[in-house]
């Protein structure tokens, strides 16, 4: 079985920074591209930010110079530096990958989400 836990979301005041992690574990043969979404209520979950398990990064136009994306290959974890928050960043954060099982078996899994507030 395969999960993937997401961390360090939280309150922060306009301006600050969050880093937030995602943990794959389980029945794991490899993983391929990971990504983060963010997702408010009502709203359509949207890509924020994505990297191939080579390193290739690509953003959404809002967040570009301000987030960046990293992953371990080693330790099956991927990471999401935010810098300079805005209050329009206030929404949960989920972490998505493509993941083939010890089976061969290659789906797509999503994280439980980490909320993340930028408010003063």
């Known amino acids: 079985q395969v999960q993937l836990v997401e961390s360090g979301g939280g309150l922060v005041q306009p301006g600050g920074s969050l880093r937030l992690s995602c943990a794959a574990s389980?029945?794991?043969?490899?993983?391929?591209?990971m990504d983060w979404y963010r997702q408010a209520p009502g709203k359509q979950r949207e890509l924020v930010a994505g990297i191939t398990r080579g390193g290739s990064t690509n953003y959404l136009d809002s967040v570009k110079g301000r987030f960046t994306i990293s992953r371990d290959n080693a330790k099956r974890r991927m990471y999401l530096q935010m810098n300079s928050l805005k209050a329009e960043d206030t929404d949960v954060y989920y972490c998505?990958?493509?993941?083939?099982?010890?089976?061969?078996?290659?789906?797509?899994?999503w994280g439980q989400g980490t909320p993340v507030t930028v408010s003063a």
């Open positions: 389980g029945s794991i043969f490899s993983i391929y591209d």
């Open positions: 998505n990958a493509d993941i083939e099982t010890a089976n061969w078996d290659r789906s797509g899994y």
